[in-house]
């Protein structure tokens, strides 16, 4: 396995970006981001020819260094890498010297990074909407950069725009808590917005949202220097704040305390509109949220803490390319339910491993086919499409060798110290898994000597690392006590299944008046481990529990995985139509689920019981999905450009990404 980023086509080992400053005009008639780029460079070796920088579907202008034109060539396009930038470079550059290359470009009206919304598609209906969604690897359609989590970079933007603009930096002007767009007439007056990310990141994290939106900031805790607060359309601004304001602080100052101080300023939510493709991005100082959260009971704010986590783990410790994406998602889903121990209880800790179970065991199973993508590191060939291993894998894998090594070591106490060691070593660094696993070894011999070294030897690291198959190398036993409850109501639906007349049922609503959401989830998903349920006793559940009609979309989901997992069932008919006007909002919600951790299994299953009414109901809905989750949706196999096939079963999309975890098989809310 090569130490090089397989994914890209910059020459990163010979000259590499230290800073990066954005001059940019959004302009949403044309749908384009116009404007230039000014790499700050540093020269690695003497004498490089040329710096070479990833883009997709970018219309070069032009391209000068140290303020001189220079000559630049766009390599043929890569179906999965975009087009190599490579631009000339002056002779006589020395290794640990500094130039700056500067480079005039535009953005293609189809960018895979960009959606534009129109007014229609946004909750408010008065204006446009833009957001982006850089990760993986389309950070190249925004701008050329050298497009690998092993690089970092600082930057700062300038960006032109008749609507408000975020961007993943802190924003130096206007204020965020002043006059909204400045005071200026939303859609027609320019605004300049500036911003400053003093802290490298990695450029899967450059990410911006334009459109209406206001700010409201969150109560904030006198002894932190961070801020809190949330973003959204004004119309949705009430709701969002109600939803995020009680916990994101109290969220934030937990996890400080447990692992080192938060380096990024300030922690904002932004809650975008709902073709946004993931249930939250960690993009630095905003997180990008789903208004599927909005529930209003705060049902689902614990997605803040998978989110909010990755401050440390994925944009503080960076996985060196897509290869080693486990450290990312592995640690963060480790930390996420760690917290939940912290702020909660062991019981809800071990509850989280539990559910998330079920994720891992649906990709594990989505993959038989292709179980390359079964590993925990997977060794991709140059060019091949990291969002092809997208899924829970590294999210639950991941999580549970940590738990595994935590256990193995001693347990807590033992591991937490390790912890904020691992953390103050490679914070702002960008590593492989071998780095990582020779710290282990380093922190545990300092901090222990031959018993816990003997003891990190008895872990089968190749197992954990390579294991193909649906069992993890180690049977893991979980805090139970929370499940139970939803286990047992479960089991009695399975025993009633030869019940015709369902009104012999002693089944109540009360069943579940004390079930939180958790509880309700893991309900759903037991019942998936028994035969389908026949479709009397399936419409009998969703309209006793009132789950076929919820607005909570992690149930309403759950409840059609039930409803339509026997695919010959007459039932599945008219279920299989409920859920297609679900999912592209064609019911009383009103709302499509954008986000592929419900649209992607959802397309799929009612392909596999009407495909011409998964046709028909996403043809003409493209429009509505994000480029990357149109992509994605039809890879299932039921729609091409200009025709479909019969659909197919591929890997599968269930889960809380990241980055989500969403194609992926998107962890259980991320």
């Not at 400053?196 to 002894?223: C, H, K, M, N, T």
Request: glycine residues 6%.
């Amino acid at each position: 396995m090569t130490d090089l980023d397989p994914t890209t086509q910059s020459n990163y080992n010979q000259v590499y970006t230290e800073h990066v400053s954005f001059n940019w005009t959004v302009d949403f008639e044309s749908q384009t981001i116009s404007g230039n780029a000014t790499h700050t460079l540093k020269i690695k070796e003497d004498e490089p020819k040329e710096v070479i920088f990833d883009t997709l579907d970018l219309e070069i202008k032009g391209a000068s260094v140290a303020g001189q034109t220079t000559t630049y060539e766009v390599g043929e396009k890569h179906p999965v890498m975009g087009s190599a930038l490579s631009i000339v470079l002056p002779a006589g550059l020395k290794a640990g010297s500094t130039t700056t290359v500067t480079i005039s470009y535009k953005t293609h009206k189809d960018a895979t990074a960009l959606q534009w919304l129109a007014k229609e598609a946004t909750s408010g209906k008065k204006h446009p909407f833009l957001f982006s969604q850089c990760q993986p690897i389309y950070a190249r359609a925004v701008t050329p950069l050298q497009d690998t989590p092993s690089v970092k970079i600082t930057y700062d933007a300038k960006v032109a725009s008749t609507l408000p603009v975020v961007l993943s930096a802190i924003r130096v002007s206007p204020p965020s808590d002043g006059p909204t767009h400045d005071g200026k007439a939303l859609g027609k007056d320019l605004v300049s917005y500036t911003f400053d990310q003093p802290v490298a990141i990695p450029s899967y994290l450059l990410a911006i949202a334009v459109g209406d939106l206001e700010y409201r900031a969150f109560p904030q805790f006198e002894d932190k220097q961070w801020k809190t607060g949330v973003w959204a359309e004004p119309d949705v601004i009430e709701k969002a704040y109600w939803e995020f304001s009680e916990d994101t602080a109290k969220f934030l100052a937990k996890e400080e305390s447990i692992v080192s101080n938060y380096r990024f300023g300030v922690y904002e939510v932004l809650v975008l509109p709902p073709s946004f493709p993931y249930g939250g991005m960690e993009n630095p100082c905003v997180t990008f949220l789903t208004p599927t959260l909005l529930t209003g009971d705060r049902a689902l704010v614990d997605v803040v803490v998978h989110e909010l986590t990755h401050s440390w783990f994925g944009n503080g410790i960076t996985h060196a390319h897509a290869s080693h994406f486990w450290l990312n998602e592995g640690w963060t889903t480790y930390m996420e339910r760690l917290l939940q121990q912290f702020l909660h209880s062991p019981a809800h800790r071990g509850f989280q491993f539990a559910i998330g179970a079920k994720a891992l065991k649906d990709s594990l199973k989505g993959y038989e086919k292709t179980p390359k993508y079964q590993r925990l590191l997977i060794d991709f060939e140059k060019g091949e499409d990291p969002d092809d291993a997208y899924s829970s894998i590294p999210y639950e894998k991941g999580a549970n060798l940590i738990l595994h090594l935590e256990r193995t070591v001693g347990g807590l106490d033992v591991f937490l110290p390790y912890i904020r060691d691992y953390v103050e070593t490679f914070s702002g660094k960008s590593i492989t898994t071998w780095q990582w696993k020779d710290h282990l070894y380093q922190y545990f011999e300092k901090h222990g000597g031959p018993e816990k070294v003997k003891s990190l030897d008895s872990i089968d690291w190749d197992a954990w690392f390579y294991g193909e198959g649906v069992d993890l190398p180690v049977e893991m036993e979980y805090d139970l006590t929370l499940a139970k409850e939803a286990y047992d109501l479960a089991s009695r639906w399975d025993v009633a299944r030869n019940v015709s007349d369902t009104s012999r049922l002693s089944f109540k609503e009360s069943d579940i008046e004390k079930f939180d959401t958790n509880q309700l989830i893991s309900f759903l998903e037991r019942l998936q481990t028994f035969s389908a349920l026949p479709g009397n006793l399936v419409e009998h559940l969703g309209s006793l529990y009132g789950l076929s009609t919820t607005g909570n979309a992690e149930l309403r989901f759950r409840f059609y995985e039930n409803a339509l997992a026997d695919p010959s069932s007459p039932s599945a008919k008219t279920f299989a139509e409920e859920a297609a006007k679900w999912v592209v909002g064609e019911d009383a919600t009103a709302v499509v689920k954008g986000r592929m951790k419900f649209c992607r299994p959802t397309f799929r299953a009612i392909a596999k019981v009407d495909n011409d009414l998964a046709v028909k109901t996403y043809t003409p809905n493209k429009g509505s999905f994000h480029p990357i989750a149109a992509k994605l949706i039809e890879k299932v196999g039921f729609v091409r450009s200009f025709g479909w096939r019969k659909a197919i079963d591929e890997p599968g999309n269930t889960g809380s990404w990241h980055r989500s975890v969403d194609v992926f098989v998107e962890p259980r809310i991320r």
